[in-house]
C-alpha cells in the first residue's frame, strides 16, 4: 500500500510534468487572475524548455560549488591545512556576505549577459553550506573509528576515503540539498541578465501586470524545490541507514 506522503509526491510530480508539458490545459484555473483579456497561460515560450534550463543551471552551479567546498573542507581539516581555515571561511562567506543581484551586476561587464553570471553568482552563494557541513561532517567522525583504522594499518588517503567521508556523507548531502533548494529559487533572478529559465514568467508577469504568469512562475519552482527537498533527503536517509 503506497502511504500518503508517497502518494502526495507522486501526485505532485505527475502534475508538474502535465503542467509544463501541456499548460493550456489549466488555462481555466489562472483566467480569475488575469485582466482585460491578457492570455492566461504564458505564450512567450516552452514552459518545458525554461523549466529544463533552469534546472541545468542549478544543476551545473551546485555540481561546482560541491566540487570546490567539499575539497577545500577536506583541505582544511587535514594538519597541513588547519591554519587556512579562517581564510577559507572568509572566502566562501563572500557569496554570502553579496547578494546575487550584486554578484550579477559585476559579472556582467566581465562575461557578458546569459547563464555565465547567473552560475557564477549561484556558485558563489551555495559554497558555504557545503563547505561548513563538510567540516562538520569529517569533524564529527568518532575518534575511536580513526583509531582503528588507523591501527588496522591504513593510510591517511585510505582512511579519508574509506571511512571519513563515508560517515562524513549524510551531512555533506545536507549541505548539498541546502545549496540546491537556495540556487533553485535564486537562478530567478537569473533572467534579468538574459538567463534562461523560469525566472522570465515571473518576470514577463511583473512587467505586463499578469498575475496569472507571476503564480505560473512562482509554483512551478516551488513545486520542484519541494520534490528536490524530498528527493534529496531519501538519499540522504537511505545512506544514513546504510551506515548504520
Known sequence: MIRPAVFLRIAAFALLVTFITAPHVFAFAFEPFTENGAPAIYDQGSLLSLTIAHLQTVFGAVSASTVVAVLLGIFVTRPSGLEFLPLSRSIVNIGQTFPPVAVLAVAVPLVGFGQAPTLIALFLYGLLPIFENTISGLTQVPPLVLDAAKGMGMTPRQRLLNV???????????????????????????????????GEVIIAGLQSNNVAFILQGGLVVAVLAILLHDGLMALERTIAARLG
Open 164 to 198: 571519513e567521508l563515508p560517515l562524513a556523507m549524510p551531512v555533506i548531502l545536507a549541505g548539498i540539498r541546502l545549496s540546491a533548494i537556495i540556487s533553485l529559487g535564486t537562478a530567478t533572478i537569473g533572467s534579468t541578465v538574459a538567463a534562461k529559465g523560469l
